[in-house]
């Protein structure tokens, strides 16, 4: 009768994982290329509307942000549902955008102030009267270029 | 007999890279920047009255936008799948008919030769308090449309490749046969 050993001394031969550094670069290049660093944290949700006469953002450092949407929910007891608008990493009012703008024209270079675009990264669901608020802050500081930001349409 | 290097231990190597993998998968985001780029029209001194420019009603195409999200062009309830067509029509006024825009001719020089054009017209977005920003985004979506269909049209003909294909000389020339001008009205208080 064969004997059944409790303590197997057999050793498992080692398994080779000197490929897998490699592999975990490859996705972590992949990853570097395909991604981009996120700009703030969002207090806002929203879902950008959909456009086809889409143009690339080219130079981040000349963009900057304004987020509108609703407060997501762990700001929503405090805020409540009502669309607000998000500055760099806070909520502001309507009024703060002209200084907003102005503080951070006035930290770019000089070349680069006139190349100035405004991102409105604004929910689908909002109402143009804020929008149009907005529009009318950045005419009064000057920052003229702006830019809706959407998503890819495919098809209506 | 070459002496044996003793092999480096690297067992912690796929440890690091994940710690760097991961790094870049929380701090970064997928989603691209792009939209739709737009030039807003420079403010209006303090000191001076809003005044009503003058425009022949023939050069102005009114796009309204109501509360409900409805389409009115020219005083004609529309759907947003016309507007492209409408526009492209307005601007190019290809008959020379009278409700569309003056037609001007000028030489553009090689190889456009002499050009008829619409120099003069606008397209006004008109939007209420209450319209929701998609359908804004849609509007302005076709009107850049229509004139990227013309302005690609133009490219094909006179240089046999795409308007995005031209270098920037070229694109900037014809950009002067069909200049964007979309114009947003001064926000109005509708009512009390």
């Given at each position: 009768?064969?004997?059944?050993?409790?303590?197997d001394?057999?050793?498992?031969?080692?398994?080779?994982?000197?490929?897998?550094?490699?592999?975990?670069?490859?996705l972590?290049?992949?990853?570097?290329?395909?991604?981009?660093?996120?700009?703030?944290?969002?207090?806002?949700?929203?879902?950008?509307?959909?456009?086809?006469?889409?143009?690339?953002?080219?130079?981040?450092?000349?963009?900057?942000?304004?987020?509108?949407?609703?407060?997501?929910?762990?700001?929503?007891?405090q805020?409540?549902?009502?669309?607000?608008?998000?500055?760099?990493?806070?909520?502001?009012?309507?009024?703060?955008?002209?200084?907003?703008?102005?503080?951070?024209?006035?930290?770019?270079?000089?070349?680069?102030?006139?190349?100035?675009?405004?991102?409105?990264?604004?929910?689908?669901?909002?109402?143009?009267?804020?929008?149009?608020d907005i529009?009318?802050?950045?005419?009064?500081?000057?920052?003229?270029?702006?830019?809706?930001?959407?998503t890819?349409?495919t098809?209506? | 007999?070459?002496?044996?290097?003793?092999?480096?231990?690297?067992?912690?190597?796929?440890?690091?890279?994940?710690?760097?993998?991961?790094?870049?998968?929380?701090?970064?985001?997928m989603?691209?920047?792009?939209?739709?780029?737009?030039?807003l029209?420079?403010?209006?001194?303090?000191?001076?009255?809003?005044?009503?420019?003058?425009?022949?009603?023939?050069?102005?195409?009114?796009?309204?936008?109501?509360?409900?999200?409805q389409?009115?062009?020219?005083?004609?309830?529309?759907?947003?799948?016309?507007?492209?067509?409408?526009?492209?029509?307005?601007?190019?006024?290809?008959?020379?008919?009278?409700?569309?825009?003056?037609?001007?001719?000028?030489d553009?020089?090689?190889?456009?030769?002499?050009?008829?054009?619409?120099?003069?017209?606008?397209?006004?977005?008109?939007?209420?308090?209450?319209?929701?920003y998609?359908?804004?985004?849609?509007?302005?979506?076709?009107?850049?449309?229509?004139?990227?269909?013309?302005?690609?049209?133009?490219?094909?003909k006179?240089?046999?490749?795409?308007?995005?294909?031209?270098?920037?000389?070229?694109?900037?020339?014809?950009?002067?046969?069909?200049?964007?001008?979309?114009?947003?009205?001064?926000?109005?208080?509708?009512g009390?």
């Amino acid at each position: 009768m064969a004997k059944i050993r409790r303590n197997d001394k057999r050793e498992m031969p080692a398994l080779n994982t000197s490929s897998l550094p490699d592999i975990i670069f490859m996705l972590l290049f992949f990853f570097m290329s395909v991604t981009s660093m996120k700009e703030v944290t969002y207090k806002v949700q929203f879902t950008t509307p959909q456009a086809t006469e889409l143009t690339k953002l080219e130079k981040k450092s000349l963009v900057r942000y304004i987020y509108v949407g609703t407060p997501t929910a762990e700001f929503r007891k405090q805020y409540g549902a009502e669309t607000r608008i998000q500055l760099d990493d806070a909520f502001a009012d309507k009024s703060e955008i002209g200084d907003f703008i102005i503080n951070e024209r006035s930290a770019m270079n000089e070349q680069d102030q006139g190349l100035m675009t405004v991102s409105i990264k604004a929910d689908k669901e909002t109402r143009m009267g804020v929008i149009s608020d907005i529009k009318q802050e950045l005419r009064r500081a000057y920052a003229l270029k702006i830019s809706y930001a959407a998503t890819q349409r495919t098809s209506y | 007999m070459a002496k044996k290097i003793p092999q480096i231990n690297a067992s912690s190597m796929a440890d690091i890279s994940f710690l760097l993998l991961i790094f870049f998968l929380v701090t970064t985001s997928m989603d691209v920047n792009q939209g739709l780029a737009r030039r807003l029209p420079a403010p209006i001194p303090p000191d001076q009255k809003v005044e009503d420019t003058d425009i022949n009603k023939r050069n102005l195409l009114v796009v309204k936008i109501n509360s409900a999200n409805q389409l009115m062009v020219q005083g004609e309830l529309k759907d947003i799948k016309q507007l492209k067509e409408d526009a492209k029509k307005f601007i190019l006024n290809e008959n020379d008919d009278s409700f569309y825009p003056k037609l001007y001719e000028e030489d553009f020089g090689e190889p456009f030769g002499t050009i008829r054009y619409t120099k003069e017209h606008v397209i006004s977005v008109q939007n209420d308090v209450d319209t929701q920003y998609q359908v804004y985004v849609n509007v302005q979506n076709e009107l850049v449309a229509a004139y990227n269909e013309l302005r690609d049209e133009c490219a094909r003909k006179y240089f046999h490749m795409g308007y995005n294909e031209l270098d920037e000389d070229n694109q900037k020339r014809i950009q002067k046969i069909y200049p964007q001008k979309i114009s947003e009205a001064e926000p109005k208080n509708y009512g009390n």
